[in-house]
């Protein structure tokens, strides 16, 4: 099934009288499982893009369906119950809460959003920090990590709802290239052993080798789409 479905979106920032295309016509689909990242330099439209796929903004046209789901339309109420529901996010500054610890914070999404019982939920939670290699410093507090562990904290908690996508925009970005080589191989093993859909932007070439799928953006249109790699064969080409 494709998780996601752009056809034709565009989008227009609007300030005064100034208006900026910032997504010019752009469509794509991304397969259920796959591990799908969109390239492009600063200013390609890559945050605009992630932002209307994970509702908190919407197109100014085309059409976008995720997760089965015409999130174009949906106000600002339904788009956050729709996130919480579907969808997990990591960001580039890991946006970790300082006064909880690893644990407390892997634990927070089950806590706001879905209400599950305290000892499914401790066991959630130390099944993923365990997955993303930091049962050791599940007490520890943000600001005793490094920044390759926060992302890895940062993983566990968009992944602790089991979203059937996780957004991430430039997760690396505030990584050493080694550091952000291992984060990208991480959630490439998240997605293989939970079947997590994953779609991440970069602006760092570098970094997406094990990725399925890769998107380019320039000036906000789509430039290319490469084939996917040996095994995905037939997934989530545009
Ligand atoms: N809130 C906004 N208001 C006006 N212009 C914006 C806004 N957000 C982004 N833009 C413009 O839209 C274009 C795409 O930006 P963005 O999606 O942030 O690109 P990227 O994430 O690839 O750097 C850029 O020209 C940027 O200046
Ligand atoms: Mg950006």
Excluded: W
């Excluded at 996601?4 to 991304?30: C, H, M, P, Q, T």
């Excluded at 580039?92 to 914070?105: R, S």
């Excluded at 890769?214 to 000036?219: A, E, K, P, S």
Aim: a positive charge; one cysteine or more; aromatic letters at 6%.
């Amino acid at each position: 099934m494709d998780l996601v479905v752009a056809e034709s979106i565009s989008k227009d920032y609007v300030n005064g009288k100034v208006r900026i295309r910032a997504l010019n016509d752009v469509s794509f689909r991304v397969g259920g499982g796959t591990f799908v990242s969109f390239v492009g330099p600063s200013g390609s439209g890559k945050t605009t893009l992630l932002n209307l796929i994970g509702c908190l903004d919407r197109p100014t046209s085309g059409r976008l369906r995720v997760a089965g789901t015409d999130v174009a339309g949906l106000d600002r109420r339904k788009g956050a119950r729709f996130r919480g529901r579907h969808l997990g996010f990591i960001f580039q500054d890991f946006n970790l809460i300082p006064v909880l610890t690893v644990a407390e914070n892997v634990e927070y999404p089950l806590v706001m959003v879905r209400g599950v019982e305290g000892g499914k939920r401790r066991a959630k939670v130390a099944r993923l920090v365990e997955a993303v290699g930091m049962a050791d410093e599940r007490d520890k507090f943000p600001d005793q990590l490094s920044g390759g562990q926060k992302q890895r904290v940062a993983i566990a908690r968009a992944l602790v709802t089991e979203p059937d996508l996780v957004l991430a925009d430039e997760p690396t970005a505030n990584l050493d290239s080694h550091t952000a080589g291992l984060i990208i191989r991480l959630m490439k093993s998240m997605r293989d052993t939970l079947g997590t859909t994953f779609v991440f932007s970069t602006h760092d070439m570098r970094i997406v080798d094990a990725v399925d799928v890769v998107h380019t953006l320039r000036d906000g249109t789509l430039v290319k789409a490469a084939d996917p790699g040996p095994g995905r064969e037939g997934e989530s080409r545009v």
